[in-house]
């Protein structure tokens, strides 16, 4: 496997974070893609930016996964309901928020099980990716 990634600034940080979803067929060519979203995209909302079958603008996965990405800020708050037969999981890139009550900070990842509703609130520079997956 050869990785790609690099900073191209001399000056400037950059963060990757690498995320493995199996697909549904096996041995099919793997694909390289990019999205750019602005802070206006996601800013208390889910961002759709990758899915099965590249629904609104999204780039395309062979998983079944969709994931979006969000921040959320002091009064900001985001409902979103998991559906019965799927798995969720946040990944808490920066900030803190609360997750059903859960406090999450940075680093912090949490898996979920069984349907219902999930409501994001409490953000203090949070930035989060959410991913909804199969069983």
Known sequence: MTHSEFNPSATEEMRFLQVWLLPETQNTKP???TIDLSNEDK???LKLFLSRDGRNGSMT???DASIYAATLEGGQEISTDLKAGRKGWVQVVN???NVNGIVLTKGD???IEGSGSLIFDQGRAAEI???D???
Do not use: C, E, N, P
């Open 61 to 63: 996965t062979q998983a």
């Open 31 to 33: 694909a390289y893609d």
């Open 109 to 111: 990842g949490l898996a």
């Open 43 to 45: 800013s208390g909302k």
């Open 95 to 97: 900030g803190s928020l």
């Open 129 to 131: 990716l959410f991913f």
């Open 133 to 135: 997956l199969s069983q």
